[in-house]
Structure formats: C-alpha cells, structure tokens
C-alpha cells in the first residue's frame, strides 16, 4: 500500500500497517527501540552493545539508549536484546545449547541467533565472542562492510529510519577456528588495531587454540640429554646425532614426553590442546629400525601422540594432542589416530601449505584418513623470508577454493599467513574470511557485492580494475600492462565518483598504482643514480601512507629499501628521507603524471620490461 493512499484511509490504514509492520529501530531521526544487556552482562556483552549503539549511530546519526534488562520501567519503543539477557525465551536457548559444554574443536561454539519476534530483535551467541558476531552480522544485514582493515575498505550506510523485517536466523561457521595472521608486528600501532578489529567485525576467531604452541621438540628433549641418552636422539647415516628431531620409538622418549605433558597441563589447566611439534627444518628425522617399522615420518609422529594420549588423555579426557606435518613428516599416514574408528580420536594435525613433501590435496585427504581433526596453515607469504620481494597484486582465488575441499576432509581450522597490505590483496583476505564462514559462499556475489559497495556510482570499472588482479596473478598480464590498465580504469572511475567516501577509495588505489609504478621504474633504472632516485621516492611513499593500509611499510624499509641503498652507496650511513606529503590535490598530480607515463610508447614503455 502506498503512503499517499494510505493517508487518505485514516484509521484503517494504521491498522494494516501494524499487521505487516517493519520493526523500526530509528524513525524520523529519532531512536524508535531501546538496547538491552543483562544486568549481569559479561565484558563482551558490553563491547556487543557499544559497538550497536556506535554503528546505528554513524547510520543514522541517531544514538539508541542502553538499558538494563531489570531496568524495565525505561525501555521505549522495541527492544534490541543484546546477549543473555532476561528476556531471551527459551526456543532460543534450546537452540543455541546455552548451558551445554561442547567442546573447544565444535564449529558450535561460535554459532549465533538473530531473531525478531514481535517487538523484539535478539542478537545473541552460544557464547559472548559469538554475540558479538550476530551484532556486526547484523550490521551487514543493513548494508555494513568490512572489506579492508582501513578507512578506504570501511561500508557504512547512511539512513534516517532503520527498519528491519522478520529475522530468523541460526549461523554456525564451517570451521571451529578461523585465523588470518598478517601479525609482523612491526607496524603502527594504528594500522595493527585496525587489523585486530578486522578480525572481529568479519567474525574470525578471537583466540587461537590455547596450548598450540610452535617447535618444541628441543624444548621437551633438550639436546643436554644426549650425554646421557644418545639413544632418545635421531639415527641418522649410522650414527645418533646431538640435533635434529628424537627418535619417537624409544620408550624413554615416550615415557618423558608424558611426564612433560602431564606436568604441563597441571600448570596449564587453560589448554586445550599439548603440543608435540617436530623442530623446525628438513634435518635429522630418525632412521633406527625401530622408527622405521612405525613408518614414515608422518607415522611416527602419528606413534608418539597415540602413545602419550594412552596415558595424557585417559587423565585429561577434555584435551587433544597437536602434532605437526610439515617438511619430512608432510606425508601421508599409513597409521590411524587411536579411536578414529569410533570417531573419537583426539589426535590435532597441523599441516602446513609450504615445504610439504606431498602434494596438499593428497597430503590433506590422506590424513583426513588419519584423524578428525586437522588443522590447516596456509602460507600466502611467509613472513620474515618473503620480505625481500615487495610483491605484486594478487588475487588468492584459487587457494579460497580449496576450502570445501578441506571442510569434506576433516579440517577444523584454517590459518592463513600473509602480510597486511590491502590494497594488494585486500579482496582475497576479505573473501577468505567469507569462505571460513560459509566454504559455500558465492566468490562472484561477494565480488560484485564489494565492487558496488566499494564504488557505487563507478561498479563496472571497478569490477574491470580489481579482475586485472586475476590477470597478472594468472600471469596473462605483466605489472606494465597491469598499470597501463589500472590507470584507464581508474581514470574513468574519477569521472563517475560521486561521493567522499568514493573519493576517498579512489585515492587509496591511486596512491597504490604510484607505488607499483615506482617499483617498475626501479625495474627499469639503468643508472646506479636513477635506481638511488626511485628507492627514495619509495620510501617517501611508503613513510607518507604507513597508517593508511595500503601496504605495509616498516619492513618494506629497512629490510628491502635501505638495503638497497647500502648497497648503492657502499655506506652505512642512511639518508633522512622525508615522509612524502599525502593530500588530496598531491594525489591527483601523481596520478596525471603517472597515467602519462603508460598513455604513449615513447620513453618509460620502450624500456625493457621487467
Ligand atoms: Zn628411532
């Protein structure tokens, strides 16, 4: 029925709309419900609130009172339960298991309602961390996005009534632990904030597994043992060597490694998992006889955790045993964890993307044979030792794919590694997050949702521009033509934008074609002088935008930049260079320059490819 009409009918007309009313929230530019939180509320009951309150007011400029639920004489309007409250009947209980204790590896654990009845919206999750993630599902539901950990990848809609129809929805993710890790570090203190609230508002998980811990081998067993216990060291070419790994058939090592997990976990009654992780590297797998009639390496870290978990998990029924296939041991099992048969092993596996000995659908399918629960590391860029190249754009698409194969194939969790550098690979990190969730996810819809959320007065270019990602990751494009390119569409996308925030994107991706653009000069440099000239310009740059997310800039420069200098110099002494100055009317020149550069082919296009 139309509003006009409507009015006409008077009283009638009030009384259908009642019938099939919206439930509204804000009306008129003034606050239509009240938020309620439990008077007992938890910390993050609390945070779930703010954060509402903070976003429907940057919606609608209209700030909704707080209340508590033994408040009752100040609600107004309906009513926004947040978390357990007083108020949550009981089917939503039931349904969310409130009171049961499921265990830490259970997808369950972060599942969340969101429902209306009739004058109430609740918003609340098996446990707090998942309230917290119906409150920012919610706000996508009204149009929010988090697609970069930074001012240009940030959606907020602006209304002045918010109304929502009937909700009725259960989400529980497809993995128990989502991880994105771009944790160097080493960056501004702005720009890791950002990236923690990232994770929150794409609903990734707040903790890692407690008690996962990295290689520890030379922890449990130190190497100040093979004075007197050569035999619990790795046979390796005849002889037992002081390094290495340990040799996981000796009795001696199993009956210390239980005594170690035991007063562990007496320590630490916080852990979910004991860890048993190989030493790190490719050396000293053990090759006495004894090993090898356990098997290959994946084997006989498979024996170990069997043999301690006899005596470790029959006292600690709630915990696992983690152990590591990477390097030697990324094969695939000929052994089972104990109780997979009934479906009640407890047995974790890390198996990581980077050195495995295997190709990794086998390696993953093999050990999905193996145990119940795995636990995948998937190395995009390993830090540290990829800092040196600056990286191109990237598109992770396919890797994105992989994940229903690993949710078919028993993984429980997913951990991805890779650098904070949005405007680089900002898409495939926020899609990845997506796929944790839901490995069923549309990839196109969720692209053209970000391309019109991104850019809704210039969709299609944008669309045009971020496949060119796709291009010269799939290697049809080299980064002259991806420039060439980029330049045009960004150049029509100028002249469609209609919004700040619209600008304020398009900025952010011409000051990331300005970089790229001085990495293909320095391709090109030919003279010891022009080369010197660029890396100052880049570290300009990269100083000038470290806190806007673009790429990631204190490592970039000492590890790569200033290296180069040195080098170029022959000194130690590095140059002050001043942060380059980033405003509005700056970017706009670097842009017309730049875009020339790839408009004829005379002069930089000429030059050698890099
Ligand atoms: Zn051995």
């Not at 996962?212 to 060291?233: A, Q, R, V």
Request: glycine share 6%; net charge neutral; aromatic share 12%.
């Amino acid at each position: 029925m139309n509003r006009k009409i409507a009015l006409l009918s008077g009283i009638l007309f009030l009384f259908l709309l009642e019938a099939s009313a919206d439930m509204y929230l804000v009306r008129n530019k003034k606050p239509y419900s009240t938020i309620v939180i439990s008077s007992y509320a938890t910390e993050n009951e609390i945070k779930a609130a703010n954060i509402l309150e903070d976003y429907l007011y940057r919606i609608s400029k209209v700030k909704i009172p707080i209340e508590k639920d033994n408040n009752i004489v100040n609600f107004k309007g309906n009513i926004i339960s947040i978390g357990k409250t007083d108020l949550v009947p009981s089917d939503i209980k039931e349904k969310l298991r409130i009171d049961e204790k499921i265990s830490f590896i259970d997808p369950f654990n972060d599942s969340f309602v969101i429902k209306t009845t009739k004058d109430r919206l609740f918003l609340l999750g098996h446990r707090d961390e998942g309230t917290i993630f119906s409150v920012y599902d919610f706000l996508e539901g009204l149009g929010c996005r988090w697609f970069f950990a930074c001012e240009a990848g940030e959606v907020i809609p602006r209304m002045s009534d918010i109304k929502i129809k009937e909700i009725n929805l259960l989400k529980s993710p497809d993995f128990a632990f989502r991880k994105h890790d771009a944790w160097d570090g080493h960056r501004t203190q702005k720009t890791i904030d950002a990236e923690m609230k990232w994770h929150q508002e794409n609903k990734m998980s707040a903790e890692t597994i407690k008690g996962l811990s990295g290689h520890n081998f030379f922890s449990i067993w130190p190497e100040t043992l093979y004075k007197d216990h050569p035999e619990y060291f790795p046979l390796v070419d005849g002889k037992r060597i002081p390094y290495g790994q340990r040799c996981l058939s000796n009795p001696g090592i199993i009956k210390s490694g239980i005594e170690w997990a035991d007063k562990t976990l007496q320590k630490h009654p916080e852990y979910e998992v004991i860890s048993f992780i190989q030493n790190d590297g490719v050396l000293g797998f053990c090759r006495c006889e004894e090993c090898k009639k356990i098997g290959n390496f994946a084997d006989q870290n498979l024996y170990l955790a069997n043999e301690v978990g006899k005596v470790i998990l029959e006292k600690y029924p709630d915990k696992m045993i983690c152990i590591m296939s990477y390097f030697e041991s990324a094969r695939i099992p000929h052994i089972k964890a104990d109780g997979y048969d009934e479906n009640k092993d407890k047995v974790l596996v890390e198996i990581y993307t980077n050195f495995a000995k295997t190709p990794f659908n086998d390696l993953v399918q093999g050990w999905a044979k193996a145990s119940h629960n795995l636990f995948v590391g998937d190395a995009w860029q390993w830090f540290y030792w990829s800092w040196k190249n600056p990286g191109r754009p990237t598109s992770y698409i396919s890797r994105l794919q992989r994940y229903r194969f690993f949710k078919e194939n028993n993984v429980k969790g997913i951990r991805t590694i890779t650098k904070a550098e949005w405007a680089r690979h900002g898409l495939s990190r926020y899609l990845s997050a997506k796929l944790m969730w839901d490995v069923n996810a549309d990839i196109d819809k969720l692209r053209l949702d970000f391309c019109e959320k991104m850019f809704p007065s210039a969709t299609t270019d944008f669309y045009n521009f971020i496949s060119l990602y796709d291009e010269i990751t799939d290697g049809n494009i080299d980064l002259r033509e991806f420039l060439k390119k980029g330049f045009f569409f960004l150049e029509r996308i100028k002249k469609q934008i209609k919004s700040e925030e619209e600008k304020k994107r398009w900025e952010f991706y011409a000051l990331y074609l300005h970089e790229e653009c001085l990495e293909y000069k320095m391709g090109l440099a030919e003279t010891e002088k022009e080369k010197y000239k660029v890396i100052k310009d880049i570290i300009s740059f990269l100083k000038g935008t470290e806190d806007l997310g673009i790429l990631e800039s204190s490592q970039r420069i000492p590890v790569i930049y200033y290296e180069h200098i040195k080098h170029l110099t022959g000194g130690t002494d590095l140059p002050e260079i001043a942060s380059m100055e980033v405003s509005s009317k700056k970017i706009e020149e670097m842009f017309n320059k730049d875009k020339e550069l790839f408009k004829t082919s005379i002069g930089i296009m000429q030059r050698k490819p890099l």
